[in-house]
T-cell receptor, first 112, second 113 residues
Framework: QKEVEQDPGPLSVPEGAIVSLNCTYS??????FMWYRQYSRKGPELLMYTYSSGNKEDGRFTAQVDKSSKYISLFIRDSQPSDSATYLC????????????FGQGTRLTINP | DAGITQSPRHKVTETGTPVTLRCHQT?????MYWYRQDPGHGLRLIHYSYGVKDTDKGEVSDGYSVSRSKTEDFLLTLESATSSQTSVYFC????????????FGQGTRLTVV
């Protein structure tokens, strides 16, 4: 079993919809949770970062961590065609990028 | 892309040949990383460096070696390429080891035939 599971999709939604992207994990020691966005033929870029539990909001994006369920989510409100990308979750027990464990990514398409 | 250049961007090579990928940074960051990205696996760490001549193995280091003789350059070598090493390779850099500060290059698409 992988430490981090993420539905690869693809996920296709109409413009303006609320998008929910999710990851589950098995290691209860994970404390740092990240979401990366990766456009086609580009490297990943950090989108959201959450330490421990709770919600974090940044514009149209909300990251949610439920440690009791070992489940994290990324919500995108008022989705735009420019949000079409692959979204990867990543998490780690401690600080240190070398400790990051990535999900396989969910490919998202927002249709105009 | 935060001053990261990967070269080459694309390469096709034959099984059994050595291949070297280069990552060059202009940010003077201490940490550099090599990842591979494959369908169904996400990003997996191959090797990383925490300073000149200081490197360590990642999750999938077998068949790969690295070198860092200058702060700005981190080389990934496939000693004898195999088809299982067909992948997209990403270099990342970070100023310190903070996992929120890793910036990725644009990737090198390697095909081993």
């Amino acid at each position: 079993q992988k430490e981090v599971e993420q539905d690869p999709g693809p996920l296709s939604v109409p413009e303006g919809a609320i998008v929910s992207l999710n990851c589950t994990y098995s290691n209860s020691a994970f404390q740092y949770f990240m979401w990366y966005r990766q456009y086609s033929r580009k490297g990943p870029e950090l989108l959201m970062y959450t330490y421990s539990s709770g919600n974090k909001e940044d514009g149209r994006f909300t990251a949610q961590v439920d440690k009791s369920s070992k489940y994290i989510s990324l919500f995108i409100r008022d989705s735009q065609p420019s949000d079409s990308a692959t979204y990867l979750c990543a998490m780690s027990v401690s600080q240190g990028a070398q400790k990051l464990v990535f999900g396989q990514g969910t490919r998202l398409t927002i249709n105009p | 892309d935060a001053g990261i250049t990967q070269s080459p961007r694309h390469k096709v090579t034959e099984t059994g040949t050595p291949v070297t990928l280069r990552c060059h940074q202009t940010e003077n960051h201490r940490y550099m990383y090599w990842y591979r990205q494959d369908p169904g696996h996400g990003l997996r760490l191959i090797h990383y460096s925490y300073g000149v001549k200081d490197t360590d193995k990642g999750e999938v280091s077998d068949g790969y070696s690295v070198s860092r003789s200058k702060t700005e350059d981190f080389l990934l070598t496939l000693e004898s390429a195999t088809s299982s090493q067909t992948s997209v390779y990403f270099c990342a850099i970070s100023r310190d080891s903070m996992n929120t500060e890793a910036f990725f290059g644009q990737g090198t698409r390697l095909t081993v035939v």
